[in-house]
């Protein structure tokens, strides 16, 4: 009887990695692609094969994976918005209140910015803040 299965694969620095999300303990590695899908296929007997001989079947197959494409527009804001967080996330790391962080971007001791109608401060600054402490 043939089964089939859903794999993921993936290059990395030193070869291939592939799995079956759907089943637990199923990585492997290899050199190539075609060594990493030769494994699955040997891990797939084995364990079917096990599966077979302790409970007489093997899991149902289940629709576990999609790869999809994902697109972004990346503009120059919003790169230079990663180097800022909120005022809310500002008072968390400085252990200030709303006030004392808003006086320090008015008087210029915290770089401030706003983002799409968000009032947000450099990370920098912060930091830079938070070591002057």
Not at 54 to 78: K, M, W, Y
């Amino acid at each position: 009887m043939r089964y089939t299965y859903e794999a993921v694969i993936t290059k990395d620095s030193d070869g291939w990695v592939g799995e079956i999300p759907q089943l637990s303990d199923s990585i492997t590695q290899g050199e190539t692609r075609e060594d990493v899908i030769d494994m699955l296929s040997d891990m797939l007997l084995l364990e079917f094969s096990e599966r077979i001989d302790e409970q007489g079947e093997v899991p149902a197959f289940e629709h576990v994976v999609e790869c999809v494409s994902i697109s972004v527009d990346l503009t120059e804001e919003d790169i230079e918005e990663t180097r800022y967080i909120t005022t809310l996330e500002a008072q968390r790391q400085l252990g200030l209140s709303e006030e004392a962080v808003s006086a320090l971007a008015k008087s210029g001791q915290l770089e401030s910015r706003h983002f799409r109608g968000k009032h947000m401060v450099s990370i920098e600054s912060v930091n830079r803040y938070a070591e002057a402490l």
